[in-house]
């Protein structure tokens, strides 16, 4: 049964709420991961650039004494050697955990906003939250 224009309105800027949340969840998840699992990478980046004569030459009393600019390009290179197997290792922790939490099931479709009668998941369909037709058959991933 259709909803009134009023209602429907409201019933959307819910929807659109909860997507955004959602949405914003998935966001600060992916960059706290991300941030920690590239956390390595960053600060070797960080020391080859810092300690380098051509680049910052900081007189930091670690730069003068322990690296030079043969160990500084070595540091940066080593960064980035590692980052390509870190940024997989992030993707899947990620991924993984989104799959878990059943993060993507929260997103709602549109349609709720338009139609009365959309029911709500039970605990042990699979889903932490509401969506419409909801079943254990539902997956995010195979």
Known sequence: QPRSPCCCLAWTLLIGTINSLVFLLNLLLMFVIFTVVLL???VVVYFGFQCHSQVLHSSARYCKSILDDNSSSALIILG???MSPLLVVA??????LARRLQLLVCL???SLALYKGGRCC???EGALCCARGCSS???AWV
């Open 91 to 96: 993707m899947a922790i990620y991924c993984s």
């Open 40 to 42: 390595p990478t960053i």
């Open 80 to 82: 980035f050697v590692i």
């Open 137 to 139: 058959q539902l997956k």
């Open 122 to 124: 039970r605990p042990g």
């Open 108 to 110: 709602q479709p549109y």
